[in-house]
């Protein structure tokens, strides 16, 4: 994402650290495989109930703009989120570290919900995405519903992968680090 020349993320002390070269509008998108051939991907209507989670831990949130995880239908990588045509994202979105979810269905246009709950620099909060095998979206923040969510529902047929995504905001952060990912089918 933007002019990143860094290909990888390194490991830190707390665990995988998703800035790289510290330049704003740099990031990373990353993802378990890109097509319908991924072992992590679903497919709406006709798999069961799936999940994905993360731990993050960011040194200054106002930093990361965004740090989302989330499910995003099959395609090629894209540096812009809202080139996607259907996605479903939570994490911190804006400067202002408020914890946000995205949504886009059938390119129909991007709509951020604030939770009205915030990270804080320095320390760990979890964040989880499920989906019911009808395509029903429920969230997670420090594993509790957020305060407030939107309605989402993917479309039956759709086939979907997990997708993990930093950018560096203009005021760099050195650190937005994950110890903790799990994707797969809820129990």
Do not use: F, H, R, S
């Given at each position: 994402?933007?002019?990143?020349?860094?290909?990888?993320?390194?490991?830190?002390?707390?665990?995988?650290?998703?800035?790289?070269?510290?330049?704003?509008?740099?990031?990373?998108?990353?993802?378990?495989?890109?097509?319908?051939?991924s072992p992590l991907a679903f497919t709406i209507g006709q798999d069961a109930a799936f999940f994905l989670q993360a731990v993050f831990q960011v040194q200054d949130v106002s930093g990361a703009n965004p740090l989302i995880i989330g499910f995003r239908k099959v395609a090629a990588f894209n540096a812009t989120l809202s080139s996607y045509t259907d996605f479903v994202a939570i994490g911190i979105v804006g400067t202002a570290a408020k914890i946000q979810t995205e949504t886009q269905l059938n390119t129909g246009g991007v709509v951020t919900t604030d939770s009205t709950q915030t990270a804080t620099d320095g320390t760990a909060f979890q964040v989880k995405i499920m989906v019911s095998s009808t395509g029903v979206v429920t969230y997670q923040y420090n594993y509790a519903t957020p305060t407030v969510v939107a309605a989402f529902t993917f479309d039956s047929g759709d086939v979907v992968i997990p997708f993990i995504r930093f950018t560096e905001a203009a005021d760099i952060t050195t650190q937005a680090a994950t110890n903790y990912v799990e994707c797969g089918f809820q129990s």
């Open positions: 994402i933007g002019t990143q020349t860094i290909l990888a993320p390194k490991l830190d002390t707390y665990g995988l650290n998703l800035v790289q070269d510290n330049t704003a509008g740099d990031g990373i998108e990353l993802c378990m495989g890109q097509t319908a051939l």
